[in-house]
């Protein structure tokens, strides 16, 4: 499986892109981090960002987006230019019906090095290790991103057997459901007997 993992934001936008092999082998395709200048119109900054998420669709063709989940900042204009972002590339996918998948930083953390409080030193370290690069990738976003593709490519099918598990009890649930409401209807419907005064022809 490709997976392209977004780290997004509108200054510094991380893109990554790693296969998954069998067991929980990784390789690395690409990384980079797209930069829009401050001082440009939020509109032509997005424009920027859809037409680098295109462009990394279109060459490297990933099986499945993820993309770094939002949470409440301190500052609330970096969290509304970091949703902006994250919205602009689940959209590109959208439209090529590729899957997206949102992960939260402690997930993406806890994949990754084993502790969903690791700092980013450490989620740079590790992916450098688990990529077997020579170098470690700069800036932050670009290997926060590689870690985003990871941390899916270890969680898919994990995820995908809970959502079996989850589809089951529900078919299950239903099927409980009907058996009880069908055995109400036959409690509830008089006997032939009883209609006729206790006596049956």
């Not at 959209?91 to 992960?103: I, K, M, N, Y």
């Not at 700069?138 to 290997?143: G, I």
């Amino acid at each position: 499986m490709r997976v392209f993992g977004v780290d997004p934001g509108l200054t510094r936008c991380g893109f990554g892109v790693v296969d998954g092999g069998p067991g929980r082998t990784v390789r690395p395709v690409a990384v980079d981090v797209v930069r829009t200048p401050a001082d440009m119109d939020l509109a032509v900054r997005l424009l920027r960002l859809s037409e680098a998420v295109e462009e990394w669709l279109d060459r490297y063709r990933p099986e499945v987006v993820a993309i770094e989940r939002v949470f409440s900042q301190h500052n609330v204009r970096t969290a509304m230019g970091t949703a902006q972002a994250g919205g602009v590339v689940a959209l590109s996918a959208a439209r090529r019906d590729l899957p997206v998948v949102f992960h939260t930083p402690s997930e993406v953390k806890a994949a990754v090095t084993g502790s969903g409080r690791a700092d980013k030193a450490q989620v740079t370290a590790m992916v450098t290790k688990l990529l077997g690069l020579k170098t470690a990738p700069k800036p932050a976003d670009a290997a926060d991103a590689l870690a985003l593709a990871i941390c899916h490519l270890w969680r898919a099918p994990m995820r995908s057997r809970l959502e079996e598990a989850q589809a089951r009890a529900a078919e299950i649930a239903r099927t409980h459901r009907a058996r009880l409401a069908q055995a109400s209807v036959r409690l509830s419907t008089p006997s032939t007997a009883a209609k006729s005064g206790g006596k049956a022809e």
